[in-house]
């Protein structure tokens, strides 16, 4: 009975394999590589050669003296971005909605997706040219208005700030694309109604369009949530230099400096591990906590 509605749908399995196949080899495959986090791995023995230590590495991971420093600065990184880039790709979408003129509204979205395709080496570039003390444009004006300027690529109280502005600079227009196709979905008739009864356009964003988007924004919100621990690599090793240190090391780059510089290759797997497990079970607590008042989950 299994093979032969399996062969009945044989065409939606079909269309399903090259999916199912980039799961099973860039995403399950892998996994077999963690037990290196339970080895003194030896590249030369390889993961069957290779020691078995145990919870040794998370054990040094843990006692190590900069250990909360991490913590504390991947958290309040994410939280900073969480607070406030993760509502600006919705306000940006409901104001993209009120474009009624179609020729505006598609050009204007095309500017704010256009960031998106920039890396983080052009996006890090244009920071230095923006905010550097000797060229950084922002200075030379500062420097002709008030005689002085500000070091904001060397100030460790600014640079979690940075890191979030840029973030918000790069990806809300790209993260609106969801809350635009939710919003598309949204009965017409609903806006009728409530013109009707004599609405203006913010109440009927604030009792129709976001009631209607609200299960979106809990999906996304969650599965926001289970990156909490993932701080952009590539973003903040191009933002470091050793002033801004206490602030700026996060995870990634301990685990780049002792897996990819040191040749430490357990430690790092270790720290991806760990990341994983605290994301997962964010994931799962803020998905029990929606579906436990009421809200809808994502399982």
Known sequence: MFWHRIYLHRYFYLLMLPGILYFIIF??????????????????????GSEWVGFEHFKDLFTYDYFYILLRNTLVINFMSLILFFP?????????????HSTFKRLNQSIVYLPHFLSWVVVAGLTFFMLSTDIGAFNKILNNLT???????????LFWIIITLQNIWKDAGWGTIIFLAAIAGVNPSLYEAAVVDGANR??????????AIRHVIIILLILRL??????GFEQILLMLNPL????????????YMQGILRGDTSIGVAVGM????????????????SKRFGGEGIM
Not at 27 to 48: C, K, S, V
Not at 274 to 289: D, H, P
């Open 274 to 289: 760990f990341k994983g497990i605290v994301g997962l079970s964010m994931v799962l607590g803020a998905n029990w906590l």
């Open 88 to 100: 600006v790709p919705i306000l940006l979408a409901l104001m993209l909605n009120e474009i009624r």
């Open 226 to 231: 289970g990156n909490m621990m993932d701080v």
């Open 27 to 48: 995403r399950y495959a892998p996994m077999w590589g963690l037990t290196i986090a339970f080895q003194d791995y030896n590249p030369y023995a390889g993961i069957f």
């Open 244 to 255: 801004v240190m206490n602030v700026g090391d996060v995870f990634d780059t301990y685990a």
């Open 147 to 157: 005689g002085e300027t500000i070091a904001f690529l060397s100030n460790d109280k």
């Open 202 to 211: 913010l109440r009927q964003i604030w009792h129709i369009t976001l009631p």
